[in-house]
């Protein structure tokens, strides 16, 4: 018995370049530091590139901040999202920066949530009969793809207006709802305030001063460009 060779042809392979950019960092004294980092890069690579330079220790609390000082907000970077991409919604005159510091609470909601969620501001979209307690209910909201519904007052104001409002409000998962009616939550009573899919959440550095908010604490949604 003989064998015979057989020519194996593997397909070619396509070669992936990852065009690279620089990126500016400033730390808390307003110094900064550039980067030349691959389009792909993520936040918490960003993180770990700047931990290394700078030979800091690595607590898990390092932070990589978008910073928007024309409307007076800012917002913490999620670990997974890609550097380039928050840079590229920024406008060419817009005088937005990059920070790098600490944030000790960055992981706080996932290993203490019910320091965020008062029992009184938990429950269900729908009637559990108390049958669930609202800690099971904040676990499951953790733990996997069932929701409960976070509720309370807020003070809000709509684009272009200059009054404040004191309203009743429902966040649910699929976006946040105000109710017409006090505090209830008939359908017939919530309005759709905003969703989540195309926005990100920003804190409020001074809604005293820019835009005449109740109190500094406040937060605000931005569409992606």
């Known amino acids: 018995m003989s064998l015979s060779a057989r020519r194996v042809t593997l397909p070619a392979i396509t070669p992936i370049i990852l065009q690279k950019r620089v990126i500016k960092v400033y730390s808390e004294d307003e110094t900064s530091r550039a980067l030349d980092v691959p389009s792909d890069i993520t936040a918490r690579d960003v993180c770990q590139l700047l931990i290394l330079k700078n030979h800091y220790i690595d607590d898990h609390s390092w932070t ?13 970077i999620e670990d997974h999202e890609l550097v380039i991409e928050v840079l590229s919604n920024w406008g060419i ?12 609470a960055k992981y706080e909601f996932f290993k203490n949530p019910m320091y ?8 269900f979209a729908t ?3 108390g049958e669930i307690s609202p800690t099971q209910i904040l676990q499951m909201f953790l733990s996997s793809s069932t929701y409960p519904e976070i509720h309370g007052f807020l003070h809000a104001k709509e684009q272009g207006k200059k009054s404040w409002k004191k309203i009743y409000f429902f966040l649910r998962r699929s976006g946040l709802y105000f109710s017409t009616k006090g505090t209830s939550k008939e359908p017939r009573h919530l309005q759709f305030f905003s969703e989540f899919g195309n926005s990100d959440i920003y804190v409020s550095l001074a809604g005293k001063k820019k835009h005449g908010a109740p109190t500094n604490y406040g937060f605000c949604f931005k569409v992606h460009a």
């Open 127 to 129: 009637e559990t009969n």
């Open 93 to 104: 005159e817009e005088e937005n920066k990059l920070y790098f510091r600490k944030n000790y």
């Open 64 to 76: 990589l901040f978008e910073h928007l000082p024309h409307i007076g907000v800012e917002r913490t």
């Open 116 to 123: 965020f969620f008062p029992e009184h501001m938990v429950s």
